[in-house]
């Protein structure tokens, strides 16, 4: 039997500040893994800044990130602010003192990391998506990212929940591997959203994993149509009940559940574990 896939999600976010050189270095270093799956969001001129700030906020000094609350209902404070106030931010000593001297990266700084055989999954953001769309937003996105994805020697692959994204990408740079990540409101639409995957240019989708929990077919579905597929865990926010309970041991269950269904691919918060786990499991 073969395992998925391993992609850490965000870096080694369970134990270093998620996002950060520091994690995403850290995941780099652990055997097992396909390869480190981070986010891009442009600040202010449309630099590109590795960030999900959907999970992370300013302080109101602006002088460092602290996790977000169902409160802060923004979903673009970074396009509001330059480059170099975002990566002046303090981006680690909410998860620990020891973690203060860690900084806001650029996408520039994360592609020039030693990536070896490990691919790079980076995902854009487009803030205005969910809400009051910004019919724009996409090519932007696309726009200030292209020259350094193109420049990138490693292994590489794109993934956005906005398939618009993923067809200007497609459009500029085809050899590229694309990935059209599904949220909720795609349950119920199966159909649809394959259609729409194959015909942005994606070669595989990533869902969350309670979708595929309620509709194991998703996989079938993909595979009569030439698509990967993968799954991503909905993680609870910081703060939030559950989020004590959310720990590699309470994660076993659904690995298991994992190994029946055939996927290609599993972005983790606990890649070190979950390799440990799928080895076990497999030999």
């Known amino acids: 039997m073969m395992f998925p896939a391993i992609i850490a999600h965000r870096g080694v976010r369970s134990e270093i500040p998620e996002n950060t050189l520091a994690s995403i270095k850290r995941a780099l270093s652990l055997p097992g893994l396909t390869g480190v799956e981070f986010d891009v969001e442009l600040a202010r001129a449309n630099r590109p800044v590795v960030l999900h700030q959907e999970t992370l906020v300013p302080s109101p000094d602006l002088r460092r990130l602290v996790p977000a609350t169902r409160d802060h209902t923004s ?18 000593s909410w998860l620990g003192p020891q973690f203060a001297d860690l900084r806001v990266p650029k996408l520039d700084d994360v592609l020039g990391l030693e990536w070896g055989d490990r691919t790079a999954y980076v995902e854009l953001k487009d803030p205005t998506y969910w809400g009051q769309r910004d019919l724009a937003r996409p090519a932007q996105i696309v726009d200030a990212v292209i020259a350094e994805l193109l420049q990138f020697t490693g292994k590489l692959n794109v993934l956005s929940f906005n398939p618009e994204i993923i067809s200007e990408v497609h459009r500029r740079a085809p050899k590229i591997a694309l990935t059209f990540a599904l949220w909720t409101e795609w349950q119920s639409r199966q159909e649809e959203a394959i259609s729409v995957a194959k015909r942005s240019g994606a070669t595989s989708i990533f869902l969350a994993d309670t979708m595929l929990f309620k509709q194991p077919e998703w996989v079938d579905s993909a595979r009569g149509e030439g698509l ?32 029946g269904l055939g996927i290609d691919a599993l972005a983790t918060d606990f890649p070190r574990e979950t390799v440990e786990f799928f080895r076990r499991r497999v030999q």
Not at 79 to 88: L, M, Y
Not at 230 to 259: C, D
């Open 75 to 92: 979903r673009d404070w970074v396009s509001q602010h330059h480059v170099n106030e975002i990566t002046s931010l303090d981006a680690g």
């Open 228 to 259: 990967g597929i993968g799954i991503y865990p909905v993680s609870p926010a910081r703060g939030e009940p559950e989020f004590a309970n959310w720990t590699a041991a309470s994660q076993s269950e659904n690995w298991i559940k994992i190994l």
